[in-house]
């Protein structure tokens, strides 16, 4: 059973530029969560998916949107790159909430040039 | 809003040591608490959980914690430490009665000497 994959393992980016990063949850699970760590800092909430509407969002701007399928994985996109976006984006899964079944991937480490 | 405060930044320790890794929150009920660990370019594993009953939970890898509702601590520790056990550690918060986000600290990353 595959946990939670995400692509690509890596990115690199220009100011300016778009980006869209996937997620596919681990099996059974329905809720999708992404966040974002920065190196030397943990991780930030962005924000959450569930049948396919945006449950919950952290503080993050609306250049940060988010998409979930039918199949419950999802797609994090990213518009007019920043600088200060470079960093490791995590995605989270889980069923129905439930915090002690939430599985995170390896994570997709975007650098913006 | 709740929040996570780990106060250590780095912590070094030799091998078969013990080690305590702190973390206070700020939320205002019980909230659910967890300690995650992290390896370089890998996600989080979790290491253990904390929802309610027993004040001390037993983890992966022999560590436990100690959740002190009057100190709004929930101290992480191990006996005796691995090298394996170098990597970062993150405690983390969520409200109690299912969760809407979870918020992280900002990690420890325990270094193992010989």
């Known amino acids: 059973d595959a946990g939670v994959t995400q692509s690509p393992t890596h990115l690199i980016k220009t100011r300016g530029q778009q980006v869209t990063l996937r997620c596919s949850p681990k099996?059974?699970?329905?809720?999708v969560s992404w966040y974002q760590q920065a190196l030397g800092q943990g991780p930030q909430f962005i924000f959450q998916y569930y049948e396919e509407e945006e449950r919950q969002r952290g503080n993050f701007p609306d250049r940060f949107s988010g998409h979930q399928y039918p199949n419950y994985s999802s797609e994090l996109n990213v518009n007019a790159l920043l600088l200060g976006d470079s960093a490791l984006y995590l995605c989270a899964s889980s069923k129905d909430f439930e915090p002690e079944k939430l599985f995170f991937g390896s994570g997709t480490q975007l650098s913006v040039l | 809003a709740q929040s996570v405060t780990q106060p250590d930044i780095h912590i070094t320790v030799s091998e078969g040591a013990s080690l305590e890794l702190r973390c206070n929150y700020s939320y205002g009920a019980t909230p659910y608490l967890f300690w995650y660990v992290q390896s370089p370019g890998q996600g989080l594993q979790l290491l253990l959980k904390?929802?309610?009953?027993?004040?001390l939970v037993q983890g992966i890898k022999g560590f436990e914690a100690e959740f002190k509702r009057s100190q709004s601590s929930f101290n992480l520790r191990k006996p005796s430490v691995h090298w394996s056990d170098a990597a970062e550690y993150f405690c983390?918060?969520?409200?109690?009665?299912?969760?809407?986000?979870?918020?992280f600290g900002t990690g420890t990353k325990l270094q193992v000497i010989p």
């Open positions: 983390a918060v969520a409200p109690s009665g299912g969760y809407q986000k979870v918020t």
């Open positions: 099996s059974g699970h329905d809720t």
């Open positions: 904390y929802f309610s009953g027993d004040t």
